[in-house]
């Protein structure tokens, strides 16, 4: 089996995941004309606990990535993939359901709200 982690670690120690990924997108990268988004340090503390400014670094730099995949998976059509994926398309809605919820928002007091 072949280690994505170029450097030798030991059976006991585990691979650091920034390298991993670093490695790893670097690779998937290399398929593309794209600048692979690599990561300096991984997260230390929950999304909630990390500052707006610092989330914003991270999303920026998931979203390079993802691109970085998209790009590398259908020849010259990275964005339409990005595009599909960052926007999924919502099942059909039954008409029957379109015209309750309409009803609900129309009803004018609560009581004829709680009947639906």
């Known amino acids: 089996m072949t280690s994505l982690n170029s450097s ?3 059976e006991n120690e585990q691979p650091n995941p920034v390298e991993v990924y670093n490695e790893a997108i670097t690779r998937i990268a290399s398929l593309t004309s794209d600048e692979p988004a690599t990561l300096t340090c991984q997260l230390t503390r929950t999304w909630n606990d990390t500052p707006t ?3 914003k670094l991270y999303i920026e730099t998931a979203r390079k990535a993802c691109m970085n995949v998209c790009d590398a ?7 339409e993939l990005f595009s599909a994926t960052a926007c999924p398309l919502q099942p ?3 008409d029957d359901l379109v015209a ?3 009803a609900y928002q129309l009803a004018v007091t609560r009581n004829a709200k709680l009947q639906f």
């Open 8 to 10: 030798s670690t030991s």
């Open 53 to 55: 400014n610092e989330k």
């Open 73 to 79: 998976i259908p020849p010259n059509a990275g964005e």
């Open 92 to 94: 059909p809605t039954s």
């Open 100 to 102: 309750l919820m309409s």
